[in-house]
T-cell receptor, first 116, second 113 residues
């Protein structure tokens, strides 16, 4: 069974600094994908970034990058130059590629607060 | 560009009542799913569907029923509401590719008294 662990219930970062949100996962499938979502206080779920298990390079999307360490089974999200609007809940999620299922398994989330 | 539309956004029920959360997507996605979000527990999968006429259970299916008669619609039925079903419910869809992200509806906040 898949499992996603986010060990930081809450994080604080100073505006304009970088922050790393931790995510570890457990799966027996050699082929999988990792996703990060942002949930602001308004409640919607916003897709940020994707990393495939066989991708050679770490994914980047603007100020977001994914520090993927396959051997350690970790997929940490790095946000550079934090902005006040980055204050939100962040969820890590995983999809195994076995079979036809497309469901994502989510971690419990990290609440990020950006301080002015 | 509607994406994934959920209704209602808010609902209050009494214990034992039934109701249906509606979900519709206009992106021709094969895959649709329902999650519930509770504090400290992330999102947990209730039911999902990989195409019209095909549904399956997720992690927390008890007390919920789904059907998928069309590609667009995936309603979630609460058969006899219980206080433990107080939660925020999200419908989500994706295309069939492995890297396809889930597109979420805005969520439905349900309170069962």
């Amino acid at each position: 069974a898949q499992k996603i662990t986010q060990t930081q219930p809450g994080m604080f970062v100073q505006e304009k600094e970088a922050v790393t949100l931790d995510c570890t996962y457990d799966t027996s499938d050699p082929s999988y994908g990792l996703f990060w979502y942002k949930q602001p206080s308004s409640g919607e779920m916003i897709f940020l970034i994707y990393q495939g298990s066989y991708d050679q390079q770490n994914a980047t999307e603007g100020r977001y990058s994914l520090n993927f360490q396959k051997a350690r089974k970790s997929a940490n999200l790095v946000i550079s130059a934090s902005q006040l609007g980055d204050s939100a809940m962040y969820f890590c999620a995983m999809r195994d590629f076995s079979g036809s299922a497309r469901q994502l398994t989510f971690g419990s989330g990290t609440q990020l607060t950006v301080l002015p | 560009n509607a994406g994934v539309t959920q209704t209602p956004k808010f609902q209050v029920l009494k214990t034992g009542q039934s109701m249906t959360l509606q979900c519709a997507q206009d992106m021709n996605h094969e895959y649709m799913s329902w999650y519930r979000q509770d504090p400290g527990m992330g999102l947990r999968l209730i039911h999902y569907s990989v195409g019209a006429g095909i549904t399956d259970q997720g992690e927390v299916p008890n007390g919920y029923n789904v059907s998928r008669s069309t590609t667009e619609d995936f309603p979630l039925r609460l058969l006899s509401a219980a206080p433990s079903q107080t939660s925020v419910y999200f419908c989500a869809s994706s295309y069939s590719g492995r890297s396809g992200e889930l597109f979420f509806g805005e969520g439905s906040r349900l309170t069962v008294l």
